[in-house]
Each structure stands twice: as C-alpha cells, then as structure tokens.
C-alpha cells in the first residue's frame, strides 16, 4: 500500500496540470470566438443591437447554471463563452442542442444520487468546474466558432453521451463490463460499460443531434452528429480503460481527446463523400 501512495500523488499531480492546460490553452480561444464577431462589427461601424439578444441569453444560461449548483463561478463564466459562441450560429440550432445537453447531464447527475454518494462516485455539491466544462464544451464551442454546424452538434452530442452513460449506469447499476478486455469490474472504473449506461448515452446523443439539426434539410447532418457522438462514446471508454485507468492522463483530457475524436470522424466522412467540411 505504501508503494502505490507516491503513484497516486504524482498521477493526481499530472491529472491536475493537464486540466489546467486546457483551461488556459482553451479559454483564451473562447474568448476570442465569443468576442470576434461583435468586435468585428464595432470596428466596421455597425449597431451592436443584434448582440444584445445573444449577450442576455448567454448571461442567462450562465446564471441559470450557477444558481442550480451545475457548475462553479469559474464554469459558469466559460459557459457564458460557449453560449455566446453557439448563439451566433444560424437558427439558434447550436443554442438548442446546448440546451438539450444542459438538460439531460442535469437530470442524469442528480439521478440516484444518494447511492452515487454512498459509493463515492456522485459529483461534487458544487457542480462541474472550469476544466470539466472546457474539456466536454470546448471542442464543440471551438468548431461552432470557425461555423462549422456538424461538428459542433457532433461534439455536443458525444459530450452528453459521456456523461449521462456514466452517471445512469453508476446509478442503476448492474453488470460493468471493462470495454478493452471484457471483464467484470466495479462501478465507476474508468473503461467500464454497462447495459444500462450505453443506452442511456446513446439516446442522449439522438436527442442532442436531433435538437441541432432540428430543419428538414438537416436530418442527414443529425444521423452524422449521432453516429459520430456514439463512436466518440466508445472510443472515450476504450481510452478510459487504456490509458487513464494506468493514471496516464486524466478524465479532463480523456474527455477533451474523444470530443476531438468525433471532430476528425466528422472530417474523415465528408471528404469521403465529397462533401464541403464547413
């Protein structure tokens, strides 16, 4: 027992880095996508009236999000940059599947909580922090700043798959199967899968496609969005198993790296069909 305590401090100290990283490598690209837009304008002379609807409907998820204890003031405030960012997309589409996502990974984290807790797999009190938010939000918000839908939704979709499989499969619990090997294991391991679990995130990721996608001329970016946030669910799973469970990375860089994942799935089949990526 004593020789694994040092493995453990240095893992944490690793994990703790690399979630830093993202939040400073990520914000300040947030930033710069939430502002872009509206700073453009003043700089050509435009009114910034049209921003108005986007800044108070941002600042209203962020609040909104704090005051339930969904996330810290720090998460709240990079919520805000996301919002901001996905509300200048077209139709408020992008808006609908944040909202969708909001939804769900609420009911799921606050479903069965008092079994999560007693075994010490529920989230904390507070809610998500900054480097929670960035690595399931950051790569969508990141895609919807440069304009391109699909791989935002895409995003957004996998990032709500990740999170109510596992917080659905921690409380209903069941069989936990290690997805590299096969095996039996606990609830909560990192790389587990469960019957329950899977279900439930695949069914997340629908919904979020399908509030993205929500005209007729879409429906074939939703099925897209789908399929590529079920991949992006296994493919965070077999990273859990393989590299995270040794204390190589951290649940924030897992997170980040399979939203990513499902970005270059998104990218892969276009230029397959021939399709324009953006």
Not at 49 to 58: A, D, K, N, R, Y
Not at 72 to 99: N, R, S
Not at 204 to 228: K, N
Not at 246 to 251: E, F, Y
């Amino acid at each position: 027992m004593q020789t694994m305590e040092p493995q453990k401090t240095t893992s944490a100290r690793r994990n703790g880095w690399q979630s830093a990283a993202l939040v400073w490598i990520v914000t300040p690209l947030l930033t710069l996508g939430a502002a872009y837009a509206p700073l453009h304008a003043v700089a050509r002379g435009s009114s910034l009236t049209p921003w108005i609807t986007p800044l108070l409907l941002s600042a209203g998820f962020a609040a909104l999000v704090w005051l339930l204890k969904a996330a810290t003031k720090p998460a709240a405030a990079i919520g805000f940059l996301v919002c901001m960012v996905l509300t200048q997309q077209p139709g408020f589409d992008a808006l609908m599947a944040l909202v969708a996502l909001f939804g769900l990974t609420f009911a799921a984290t606050r479903f069965g909580r008092s079994k999560k807790e007693s075994q010490r797999l529920a989230e904390g009190r507070r809610g998500r922090c900054a480097s929670q938010i960035v690595a399931n939000l950051g790569v969508a918000a990141l895609c919807g700043s440069v304009g391109w839908h699909v791989g935002c939704i895409a995003a957004l979709a996998e990032a709500a798959a990740d999170t109510v499989s596992s917080e659905i499969g921690q409380a209903v619990g069941g069989r936990v199967w290690l997805i590299t090997t096969g095996r039996q294991v606990p609830a909560g391991t990192d790389g587990g899968v469960s019957v329950a679990g899977t279900g439930a995130g695949v069914v997340a990721a629908a919904l979020v496609a399908i509030a993205g996608t929500r005209h007729d001329a879409l429906w074939p970016d939703a099925l897209l969005a789908f399929a590529a946030g079920c991949a992006g669910l296994l493919f965070d799973s077999v990273l859990g198993a393989a590299i995270e469970r040794r204390g190589w990375v951290g649940n924030d860089l897992v997170n980040f790296i399979s939203t990513l994942f499902v970005a270059a799935i998104v990218v892969v089949w276009l230029l397959f069909r021939g399709s324009p990526v953006f």
